[in-house]
């Protein structure tokens, strides 16, 4: 005999189906989160987003200019203050010029539209020499007909 509509075991088994079919249809509709370098509703960030990673290895910073937007805002952690426009592109060219660094990856974790613009989170990671660092960053993305570019910049602390 089956169990009744509203048995025990069968309560159990509908929650378990539901554990289950939950994060598997999540993932196949995209609900999850979004792809790593798709910018929702709009041309790829991938690309964009590693050039600027890698305009900071090795003191390669030629093509950083062309990723910030002329009112580009800059967060650093202190003690260093905030900045806007060329002053701040300014301040990132002098970093990644200054870098002996083998490694900078942008790694997204959460990326969003807000109107004309993507607000992305996640992690920096950088290594130099044998070390590895990581910070928590904010940029927002505004696409322009040139590409993508830069208008806000936050990060933490490196660990």
Same mark, same amino acid.
């Given at each position: ?45 991938g690309p964009a ?34 900045? +806007? !426009? ?6 990132? @060219? /002098?970093?990644? %010029?200054?870098?002996?660094?083998? *490694?900078?990856?942008? &790694? ?12 992305? +989170? !996640? ?6 020499? @044998? /070390?590895?660092? %990581?910070?928590?960053?904010?940029? *927002?993305?505004?696409? &322009? ?15």
């Amino acid at each position: 005999m089956a169990p009744g509509p509203d048995s025990p075991a069968r309560r159990r088994a509908t929650m378990i189906r539901g554990l289950v079919a939950g994060p598997l249809l999540a993932l196949a509709t995209g609900c999850e989160g979004h792809d790593r370098g798709a910018a929702p509703g709009g041309r790829d960030l991938g690309p964009a987003r590693v050039a600027l990673g890698a305009s900071f290895v090795g003191g390669r910073a030629g093509s950083l200019r062309k990723l910030l937007h002329a009112d580009l805002i800059v967060q650093p952690p202190e003690p260093d203050s905030a900045l +806007r !426009g060329s002053a701040a592109a300014d301040y990132l @060219e /002098r970093l990644a %010029r200054a870098s002996d660094l083998t *490694r900078s990856e942008l &790694t997204p974790t959460a990326l969003s539209r807000e109107g004309g613009f993507v607000l992305e +989170r !996640g992690t920096w990671f950088l290594e130099a020499g @044998e /070390r590895t660092f %990581r910070s928590r960053y904010t940029m *927002r993305w505004r696409e &322009t007909p040139a590409g993508w570019t830069v208008v806000l910049w936050r990060w933490t602390l490196f660990r």
